[in-house]
């Protein structure tokens, strides 16, 4: 594994594995993550909205070439003490050594820290929180950039550009008899909700224009809820039943236009300053 220690963990829930996550797991050779949010079950009504799927977060975790341990955290292991969770969950694994973020915390009532594991034996270390603009990286820091539309901010929090998965939807052709066909798709459940408006847009590798969104102009054929339309500026991208976009920038707020034309003349100038931007 690297330069990462023998019987070293790297444990955390780990939503986005943005730059923080990446540095503690950089350190060790096994990653403990849970399947679900760990406030879904001590308290639902605060459990965030996601930065990723929990499919998305768990695939990217085991492409660090770690090896991956998945725990459901369910009333069982929220009931735990600090002794209970490692005697069930680390000893077994011969664990020496463990790594996480400043306020990661474990057992009933969050009673275990990095300094209770020191006082238990482990060589155990608080990896210190990545800086962006001076300010700490975290994951609540990054679900507040892509609330307001700094998704440019994001990428630098996360390492890479945001994107979200979604089922493709049947859309009702009014992109394609504007001249601007588009690829449309509802965003998977429980993840941030970004502002709706125009985006410039990555899919498949290929470049476009989005409209994430319920397209107003269209009155009564608006869409019943926030759709991805994503009309693609050069060829490349493989379309199938679910599809993954990159949100690259935010180009303006949606807005509802007095006519098709108005709307037609706009995408126009969205699609220029995109393929200007080069």
């Not at 269209?218 to 060829?235: I, K, N, R, T």
Request: glycine fraction near 12%; hydrophobic fraction near 40%.
């Amino acid at each position: 594994m690297g330069d990462a220690a023998q019987g070293s963990l790297a444990i955390g829930f780990f939503d986005g594995v943005h730059k923080g996550h990446q540095a503690i797991l950089r350190q060790a050779e096994t990653v403990m993550t849970f399947r679900n949010h760990p406030l879904s079950t001590i308290a639902p009504e605060k459990t965030p909205e996601f930065i990723m799927t929990p499919e998305a977060r768990l695939g990217r975790l085991a492409a660090s070439g770690k090896k991956l341990i998945v725990l459901d955290f369910d009333a069982k292991l929220a009931a735990m003490t600090p002794e209970e969770f490692t005697e069930r969950y680390l000893r077994p694994l011969g664990v020496k050594r463990v790594y996480a973020g400043e306020n990661w915390r474990f057992g009933k009532g969050g009673k275990g820290d990095i300094g209770w594991l020191k006082q238990a034996g482990y060589a155990a270390e608080t990896v210190p929180y990545e800086t962006y603009q001076g300010e700490k990286i975290s994951s609540t820091r990054i679900r507040q950039a892509l609330r307001q539309g700094d998704m440019q901010g994001a990428a630098k929090m996360l390492g890479r550009v945001w994107r979200f998965s979604g089922r493709v939807a049947k859309g009702k052709g009014e992109g394609r008899k504007l001249g601007f066909p588009t690829v449309n798709l509802r965003p998977d459940e429980g993840l941030v909700k970004v502002p709706h408006g125009v985006y410039e847009v990555r899919m498949g590798g290929a470049r476009g224009v989005a409209n994430y969104g319920v397209a107003p102009t269209f009155g009564e054929q608006a869409w019943d809820g926030a759709v991805c339309e994503v009309h693609l500026l050069e060829p490349g991208a493989e379309i199938q039943d679910r599809c993954e976009v990159e949100m690259v920038r935010f180009i303006r707020p949606e807005r509802k236009f007095d006519s098709t034309e108005a709307l037609k003349a706009q995408i126009r100038r969205d699609v220029d300053g995109i393929l200007q931007s080069v």
